[in-house]
């Protein structure tokens, strides 16, 4: 058991589940129920999972069925699995010698097998201040329009406020409305400072660092960074003109709005998917081709060692180019002047191979017990797994054998590719002998 716990790898998922488990029970008492009952079990493990691992899928309406201490809980929840996960991504990427060109350059100072206690502490106090800065600027604002714009007092604006700014930071998707944002679809002094929320923390920690230390000057970026940040515009960009161009006269989502307000939504619904989880428009009423661009964002997901869940923007670039360099003939596959390992393309590589059989194994058991179409049940579990929260609304009428495969999709998605990826980059013992090589046919 000590040795257990002396392996951080190890340590977090058991931290993450203790955390799952504190919060169900807390759930499970009758403070945290609108009406003063206990909970079913599988409500409260449910929501609990889902908070920690900042996805935002539920079962029950948060505004209505959970008092207001049980709302608190849940928000406790995803802010410690937000924190929990940057923190613990940036240490394991350090532990992995990435070295994210933290102050000090603490990166090139760690050991093997574990990090400096100073350098660690260095990394929680960045990303605490990083954290309740932005969510405190987010919080400001939108409490300041709910008095100013919709008659709120202080105190219902500051909850509101205070808990959708730190839903968005967290990427966690949880709202304090039934209707998640949907009442402030024409509202973009709302919507537009969520967006932002949402999109600096899944670019991840070493990049705002890595921004912090050099500004906006793209030369001294590290390449995770440029490749990161390129890789945002790219897919917001498409999700963007995409959204657009299916919905634009679909009479369920944009088709009723002016054309401001037509931009503002699609520009949203752009950036959810990158595993926020709020919804201005009926994510259910989607055209059949927005949803499969739906799929496609929230595998991606966000950047690294951030609260976004998905493969990682990085991982899906790394294997972007290791196709174009087989296709164009290239001995090395890189990006931006620089060159992959073959060890990084084989850890990115699984990555992809083991969320892609995750969700597919997922979606097969929920549809052979249930009678849900193939579209819905695929964006529920690839939700789940990239931790997005966006659902087509079936996520209450699932049994609890499908609850129980979305509750293990999540934790895997949210706390199993870290460490899946960090375990990678510590492993690999070199063997002392080698097979012969031959090639099979392939294609």
Known sequence: MIRLLANPVRLIPLLFAAAIGVGTILLMLPVSHAQGQIAPLSTAFFTSTSAVAVTGLIVVDTATYWSKFGQIVILLLFQIGGFGIMTAAT???LMAGRGFGLRHRMATQVERSRLQVGDARSVLLLVLKITLAVEAIVAAILVARLMLAYDYSLGPALWHGVFHSVSAFNNA????????????????????????????????????????????????????????????????GVGFVAMLAKEWSNPATLGPMDVGVKVLNAAFHSVMPRTAGFNSLDVGAFEGETLLLNYVLMFIG?????????????????????????????????????????????QALTVFFTAAMLIILGSMYILAITDLTMDAVLFET????????????????????????LCILMFVGRVGTITVATALALGGTPRPYRYPEENPIVG
């Open 173 to 236: 998707g949880f709202s304090s409305y039934s209707d998640s944002v949907m009442g402030f679809q024409k509202d973009g002094f709302i919507l537009v400072p969520i967006m932002l929320a949402v999109v600096l923390t899944a670019l991840g920690f070493p990049v705002m660092q890595d921004v912090r230390t050099n500004g906006l000057r793209w030369r001294r970026w590290t390449l995770h960074t440029k490749l990161t940040v390129a890789g945002t515009v790219v897919l917001l």
């Open 91 to 93: 240490i394991f990427g």
């Open 382 to 405: 690839i939700s789940a797994f990239s931790t997005v929260g966006l659902s087509t609304g079936i996520t209450a009428d699932l049994p609890p054998s499908a609850l129980m495969v």
């Open 302 to 346: 966000g950047g690294s060692a951030g609260t976004a869940g998905g493969i990682k923007v990085t991982t899906f670039l790394v294997l972007v180019a290791v196709v174009l360099s087989e296709i164009g003939g290239k001995r090395d596959a890189g990006l931006f002047g620089r060159r992959f390992s073959s060890s990084l393309e084989r």
